[in-house]
């Protein structure tokens, strides 16, 4: 199975949970690990309480998260550097994001960026 697959499962499997009223958007909170030969960069997912396209804060507003809420991303997805990581990984999330269109599931908006970093709106209906 490609990263690719595994990825949108894992999404997925997030989806599939109950998600309380309180959320209204969902940020997806890319991270380094602790280095291996495989593994550099970790991504999770948090739904908010909160959503404001003109400020990054509303990430922080963190009122659920999913069982699972990491996933490691493969060295040969991520690249070496968390520039390169966060450009593949949003190409991913917004090809997921626009194959579930014209579903309520992304609530008031969807944005990705590493964790003390600048939140990258990705969509919002």
Sequence with gaps: MTYEEEFKQWIDSCFQQTIPNSVVAFSFNLFEVAETNDVKFGIEMVGTASFDEDDSDW???EVWGPEVRQTPIPKLFSGDDWE???INVKSLLQSYIKSHSGTEKFKQG???G???GEIEVLWQP
């Design 110 to 112: 969807v944005g990705i």
């Design 114 to 116: 590493f964790v003390d």
């Design 59 to 61: 990430a922080c507003d």
């Design 84 to 86: 390169e990581c966060l």
